[in-house]
């Protein structure tokens, strides 16, 4: 089962507390994007055997979403940060090769 510690409350949950919802730092698409640009954005999503950066909304504790790192392989979680930052942070990316030197954040 995964555990996360959520950013906001600062409280461990298992993953029957949480909601996932997919891929995380996805570049939105507004009403001027193309047909296949707005295609892309709903459906092309990453889903790799490794490292993965994921939204999950804490459901049954502060109601907020947050970000975390783990590896869809082993199911071993590198760290958690807030939903509001734009790219993961260094302490995270630190962790992750910390762990897995050879990873590269593509």
């Not at 193309?34 to 909304?57: A, C, Q, T």
């Not at 995270?92 to 090769?97: E, Y």
């Amino acid at each position: 089962m995964l555990r996360f510690i959520c950013p906001i409350c600062n409280l461990p949950a298992d993953e029957t507390e949480l909601t996932p919802g997919g891929e995380a730092h996805i570049q939105r698409k507004g009403p001027g994007s193309s047909d296949s640009e707005f295609y892309e954005y709903l459906f092309e999503r990453k889903n790799p055997l490794g490292i993965h950066f994921e939204r999950w909304l804490h459901s049954y504790g502060c109601g907020k979403w947050f970000h975390a790192a783990r590896c869809t392989k082993t199911m071993e979680v590198f760290g958690t940060y807030k939903a509001q930052e734009v790219k993961p942070p260094r302490h995270i990316i630190d962790n992750i090769k910390k762990k897995r030197p050879n990873w590269k954040n593509e």
